[in-house]
């Protein structure tokens, strides 16, 4: 295949059955399917994820992003008694967010929103792409009413509401840092006790910070990807998380990340190989031709068809080893998308 054509939208499509897309979680997170693709090889072997313990060697490094999904997904109503969703995007001041509202023409600047006796809020301004920098006003605690009140932001192509059950299962078991409105669904296999067993290997597991906005989830509308723009998000990686993977990277240990959004991380505080510190937005977008310089392995999901995501795995595992591994995954019936099985590309 010409390097072109890897800039080609088109170039990242499958088939992918319905009934294939995971409605619900697994009810054993680790008991999901594995597809373990060696990138040198193209080999494909069939595994549960909580085989990946043989996988990792003691001198592995595992890179993980400990952010939490808030429930972001609000219902209230005007003060005419007009029912209206709100939807938190990003916190910009202590109690002001920019958020997208439905219906748009009902809330318009100045519209007041109660959503319980204890949280009301006042549409401020406009934000881009339709949104709305909303001010809330509570009692108590926001954090709290929020949890008590808010809902899941499950992903569009789970067709069915959120519930309770969600504020657990949507969530990974290292979750601390508040403030994605998407899971970094690659880690919503691991378990506690399997956390457990890979600490006890002697693998070592570090956390970086990449808050996942809605942008995960918009298409790429540009037929030649080089011309799509990337969403930019919060990312975070701290000087003694950097140099400890500087270190491990001289001493020849491999550095697995989970998920795509730890790859982000990862490589946009990245530069010739070495890694810095800091806090930043980032809206890097990797995709074949684009060198990965920090990871030697990933852990990830599988991707909906033409996305970015897909890209980067590409990236990093090849391209056509990743269109290979997602026809078989297809014909062996594995589960899709951010509930579904998971892949450990080695």
């Not at 088939?15 to 009810?27: G, M, N, R, Y």
């Not at 494909?44 to 909580?50: P, T």
């Amino acid at each position: 295949m010409q390097k072109m054509s890897l800039t080609k939208k088109s170039s990242y499509w499958y088939d992918l059955p319905v009934e294939l897309i995971a409605q619900h979680p697994k009810d054993k997170r680790s008991e999901s399917k594995m597809l373990v693709l060696d990138k040198e090889s193209g080999k494909i072997q069939h595994e549960k994820f909580s085989d990946i313990i043989e996988h990792l060697k003691p001198s592995d490094i595992l890179v993980v992003n400990n952010t939490k999904v808030i429930p972001a997904r609000l219902f209230g109503t005007k003060s005419t008694g007009a029912k209206v969703e709100v939807f938190l995007l990003e916190q910009k001041t202590e109690n002001r967010w920019e958020c997208l509202v439905k219906p748009g023409r009902k809330l318009q600047i100045g519209a007041e929103i109660i959503f319980n006796e204890e949280l009301k809020a006042k549409i401020i301004n406009y934000a881009e792409e339709g949104g709305r920098i909303i001010e809330f006003y509570w009692k108590g605690n926001f954090w709290d009413i929020l949890e008590k009140i808010g809902n899941v932001p499950l992903p569009p192509y789970i067709k069915r509401e959120a519930t309770n059950k969600d504020k657990e299962t949507y969530q990974t078991v290292y979750a601390q840092e508040r403030g994605s409105v998407a899971a970094p669904t690659a880690g919503l296999h691991f378990t506690k006790p399997l956390m457990h067993q890979i600490r006890e290997k002697g693998i070592e597991i570090l956390e970086v910070v990449l808050h996942v906005g809605l942008g995960t989830f918009r298409p790429v509308k540009t037929d030649d990807i080089k011309d799509h723009t990337m969403h930019s998000e919060h990312c975070r990686i701290t000087d003694d998380v950097a140099a400890k993977i500087n270190q491990a990277k001289k001493d020849g240990r491999h550095i697995i990340a989970v998920g795509t959004t730890t790859i982000r991380t990862l490589e946009s505080f990245a530069h010739n190989s070495h890694l810095q510190s800091g806090s930043h937005w980032t809206n890097i977008f990797l995709y074949p031709g684009k060198e990965i310089q920090i990871i030697d392995g990933l852990i990830t999901n599988f991707h909906m068809p033409e996305s970015t995501l897909m890209m980067l795995v590409s990236a990093f595992a090849g391209y056509e080893n990743i269109m290979n591994a997602y026809k078989i995954a297809v014909e062996e019936k594995y589960r899709f998308f951010s509930y579904g099985d998971s892949m450990l590309i080695l």
